[in-house]
């Protein structure tokens, strides 16, 4: 019999870094696998003894890709913690801000990182490749997320690790220059954008056959929903059977009654679950796939019609974890079209951008779809405002069950009698990064990701190393 | 001949490698100059090539298997840079040396409300054991460079590069956040500290001046005061100015300065000290590692 270590180090082109361990049996078939997350920052411990309102700052520096998920979060717990609502306007200029970084953070996922596995021949070498070989597109890739990121910038501050949201709302205007200045970039890319997503839809249709059977776990799925439509910014959960009957819909505040957290010994990384169906069995998932499945339409045009074609083809309920990537090139419209609409309101340059807050004893849930999923901050504050106690669950933690199965499937099908179809590395790097997992976030964690898979034989003995 | 770089984060947030994206378009013709040999997030090279010219570490040391890695890289390249204020001073993480590791695992693994877990089980196998405390890089490795900033700016990294490119020591602002800064200063004297947030900022005049704490003063400039111009105050990301250590010294000296002490109007200095609500996370809240006193040293202990 035949036995291997396979190791993938460092797994590339996703944010955040992990270590996947696969068992063999007696027989060499795979027994188990585990993707585990290597470490953690804390921030839940450190932001006790900080001003609330100071938080907004700080949590940004959970996650470079998505801060502004972290930053809006934070205000709105903070909000609530306060007992202030926000100002109209500055709610507006919150929303369009998360529009921004969804425009950059869904195109830096697709075009720049996994989307070459789809469309590009040298996909090793990720947006690079796009750049050789199809320099237009990676131009105009480099154009969408740019205009993302200006939104970003012109709205909070700084287009990295924003500044302006704080309770009661933002503390900058918008003027009329800097709104016209988003319109005009927003219309110069939406047929960059149908180009780029055309392109590719070709790849995906190809790669999904490819990985039909390999991949189709059906699970629990939970997100936002504002009365019944798809929302990124506001809402109730809703979370749905793996059947997609409604199974709970609360307000986030009650989130501590629906969801509970598993630990394990061999990763830094939570397990939530839903706490009805217990663990392991509800183990759900969350992001731009949970919420095509839960959402029972999408209020701006392009994207609806988009979300339609995709339940023609698909069905209602999508367990495919590949196709989280066409999941977020939807919402990618859904960014752009809701940005518009909200550049279009008149009072976006109104002056009520903020309301004052008295400092007091409160306790405050935040709450939003960040990028990858549902982002939960809730705090408590003592009478000075200052943070007593805080609990952070965020996205890719919800999905880390499910990584961990996937990563097992693909596994069981590509290990086989201590026979390893070489395979194995390249389809659990692309299963992997279809959940766009952002370790970072996850554990509040770091690094740039590692990702090594080392198989074990039955007396958990590793094997030989096999690296790509 | 191509200047060789690898792109590289240990415990970190990743925001300085999406910073170096955030040269957009200018990136393709920076390609012309530097060759990538080396950067997961964006490329499936798996191990630093031989010949690297430039290494950009950003993150801190969280675990040994950090330590190990920064090591291993360093090595291989002729510079290497600490990128961003995690690399540079420790950055918020950095936060968490207020802190025993076992309060920290206590607090994440055993009493956050939402976790379920009666057998107090702590992440423990499998994976590399924490480092008790975060140190800046260059107490690890040989750094040739820190570019500070969280993250910097895209404008600093790209004349990072173009001194790279050009051969020259790499040299960063010797201002401080209050030069680049374009609110208006009156030279008025503070009696207080209010917490932010608290009543409504005159848009166009400095933020300290109107009692709010604003660490610009005791701030390197090269961040374009963005957050200044957005009418956030300064917290200090860019780290001390030229020839400082300890960034929350400075600031100290730097309230002490403007506080209305010899005048009719006075504040008492120790008055105005209790007006700081969590003085460590607002002189500190980026450089606590690599200050004077670099953690929480608890009662008893000898070092």
Redesign the interface.
Known sequence: MKHYTVT?????????RA?I?IWLDEQGDVKDA?F???????F???L????A??VP??VP?????C?VSHHLASAKACDMLFDVEPAETGALIRELMHMGQYIHSHS?HFF??AGPDFFAKG??????AL?QEKPDL??KA??V??VG?KIV?KT??????P??A???GV??KLNKKEVDEMTTDLSSVEKDLRELVNACKEGLLDKKKLMLDLDSQRSYYSALLNKGDFDLYDGNIRVITPNGQIAEEFNPND??TH??????????L?F?FYKKAGWPDGAYRVGPLARLNVAERIPTPEANREFTEFKNEFGKLAHNTLLYNWARLIELYYAIERAREILQQEKIVANDV?R??K?KKGEGVGVIEAPRGTLIH?YVAND???IE?A?L?VATTQNNAHINRSVRDVAKRRIESGKIDERVLNDIEVVVRAYDPCL?CSTH??????LEVAILNEHGKPLKVL?? | MKLRIAV????????????I??L??E??SL?QDLE?DYA???????SLGDNVDVLLLS??V??K??AE?AARLSEKAKITIALGSCASFG???G??N??ATK???E???LT??????KER????????P?EQVIKPLKEWIKINYNIPG??PQPKLIKEMFQMLLNGKPITLSKKTVCDECDLKREEKKITKIL??????PDSSRCLLEQNYFCAGPATRAGCEA??L????PC?G?MGPPENVTDQGAKMVSAIASIAAIDEENRVDPEQLATMF??IV??LY?FTLPSSIIPRKVSEGENK
Not at chain 1, 259 to 268: A, H, L, M, N, Q
Not at chain 2, 112 to 117: D, F, I
Request: proline share 7%.
């Open positions: 993938i180090d460092p797994v590339t082109r996703i944010e955040g270590k361990t585990h585990s997350v290597f470490d953690l920052r804390m839940e411990k450190f006790e003894g900080r001003p309102e100071e700052q700080i520096r959970i996650c470079g890709i801060p830096l720049f990182l996909r090793e070498q990720g947006l690079l750049m990676a131009k480099i154009q997320r740019k990121q910038e909070g501050g700084r287009a990295i690790h500044v302006t704080l309770p009661g503390t900058k989130y501590l969801i509970g957290e598993r630990v394990e010994p061999w990763t830094y939570k939530p903020r004052p807050f400092i809730h000075e405002g200052i106690r609990n669950i970072s964690l770091s690094d740039q990701t590692n690296a790509r | 590289e984060g240990l415990g970190a947030c990743a925001g300085c490698e999406i910073a994206l955030d957009h378009e990136i393709v390609l990538i997961p997030i964006l490329i499936d090279k798996k993150g801190s969280r675990n298997h950090d890695k950055g918020i993480p936060l968490a207020l802190y309060e920290l695992l607090r994440v693994y956050t409300e939402s976790t379920e877990n089980v702590l992440p423990s196998e499998e994976i590399p924490l969280c993250p917490r932010w947030g608290q009543g409504e963005k957050c111009a957005a009418l956030m917290r990301c609500k969590d996370g607002s809240r």
